[in-house]
């Protein structure tokens, strides 16, 4: 058998190559130059207020696998805008997880995508046996959705803490642990803190809304009566409670971003532990501080004398008692 060769065949090949290359290079900046195109168009929309349309574009940029990135996190808050102002709140969650799906691993997606789950509104209907946001038909049943709102936007954000590790952005990584640490205790008082939300599944919708934080019943206390503080575990894997991943995520931040240590002291302080432990906390139960007028002799010892108190001691009510 003889095997033919045509060289003018292998000079087409080399040729369409040397034809193609070049487009075949410029997709990514065409493409990034189209999207680009696109969100300043989507931007303009908006300012003129014509939302739908504005939607509509941003929609179709969310869900492309060629935007991405910060730009896209700040175009998927736009469109929750859009959505408000045009009043379809029923529109929000599929955008959402169309969005999501698109973007598996693209972290900072993932946390607009939380963002916005934290600031939906948390009630709906059960419509056709689905639940549809916002109001709805006269006589559908109504169905809260705080609880697994919150699972969902916690869901979102671990997977987003899987892939920061190696972006060299580290203030912004910073930043997505503490949006994870203010999930965690939004709308928590202290002792819920002591729960572990359960992260490997959604809750299901609730036919009653979580009234508040309910009466307070004093800072948590252990077996032996100690009050929790809650101590910082080796991962977040490890932690037994929520308080337990908040002490862990805030340990996280300051090893992440250094400039932020400071801050990490202050929340710690401020939203944790002044709350719980500090001597306003007396007022609830009953208590009035003692004046300085009242003070004399032996009686500075007194457990409501508050102004003898050090920097470092307090008067708090727990629950077992002052």
Known sequence: M??????????????????LSPL?????????AAVEEDRQRAAQLFEDGNFQEAYDLYRSLLTGPEHGGAAAEQDLQRAWECVQRLWNLGAIDALLEETIAAH??????????????????????????????????SGSRVLYSEARDRVRALQLLDRARGLVADDPDRADAAALLQRMVETLQENRPY????????????????????YGWGDDPGAPVDASGEPVFFAVPESWESAESDGARMRWLL???????????????????????????????????????????????EDRSAILALHTLEENETVCRLATGV
């Open 251 to 297: 340990l996280e931040i300051s090893e992440t971003h250094a400039p932020l240590a400071g801050w990490v002291e202050f929340y710690i302080a401020s939203n944790l532990f002044q709350p719980v432990f500090g001597v306003q906390t007396l007022a609830t139960y009953g208590y009035r501080p003692r004046d300085p007028s009242e003070d004399a002799g």
């Open 104 to 137: 598996p691993d693209d972290w900072r997606v993932l946390r607009g995508a939380a963002q916005v789950y934290r600031q939906l509104p948390d009630y709906g209907m059960e419509i056709e046996g689905s639940f549809r946001r916002g109001c709805g038909e």
């Open 2 to 19: 003889q095997i033919l060769s045509f060289p003018w065949l292998r000079r087409s090949r080399a040729a369409v190559f040397c034809l």
């Open 191 to 210: 002792w819920r803190l002591q729960e572990k939300t359960d992260l490997s599944e959604l809750p299901e919708y609730a036919l009653q809304p979580e």
């Open 24 to 32: 075949v290079l410029a997709a990514p900046g065409w493409t990034m």
